[in-house]
């Protein structure tokens, strides 16, 4: 198995450590050899993401830190966003998405805050607004 000579396994406070040769590195549980439970993963392009994993997949609620300053906060599944999350432009956190998601689409019921008084509370098909708002 030559794929796993690439890899740098560490303990650190009762967690697994790996370090990839591309420049990501994550902490937390394995299971099977892959990712699964509680863990961290760190990009090479400074994104994060802090959350849980099932079987080497973001499954179940994270936060997932943009490097541009966005951020999700939400639900996963199978490495999507999918079920109900926010989505927040920037730091400031005044624009902001927050509803339904299916396969890292907007879809279904949302409310979308511009942070300047303007507010869509409607319907989103495929990250599109759908009908009245």
Do not use: A, C
């Amino acid at each position: 198995m030559e794929w796993i000579t690439r890899w740098n396994w560490r303990t650190f406070k009762n967690q697994w450590y790996i370090d990839f040769n591309e420049g990501d590195f994550y902490t937390g549980s394995f299971k099977n050899g892959l990712k699964h439970g509680s863990g961290t993963e760190n990009y090479h392009n400074r994104d994060i993401y802090k959350g849980e994993f099932v079987n080497g997949l973001p499954e179940g609620y994270g936060e997932y830190k943009s490097h541009n300053g966005s951020k999700y906060k939400g639900d996963f599944k199978k490495g999507y966003k999918n079920g109900h999350g926010t989505w927040y432009k920037d730091q400031s956190e005044k624009e902001f998405y927050k509803g339904s998601y299916i396969l890292n689409e907007k879809h279904g019921f949302g409310v979308y805050d511009w942070g300047n008084g303007l507010v869509y509370r409607g319907q989103y098909s495929h990250n599109k607004r759908d009908g009245k708002g």
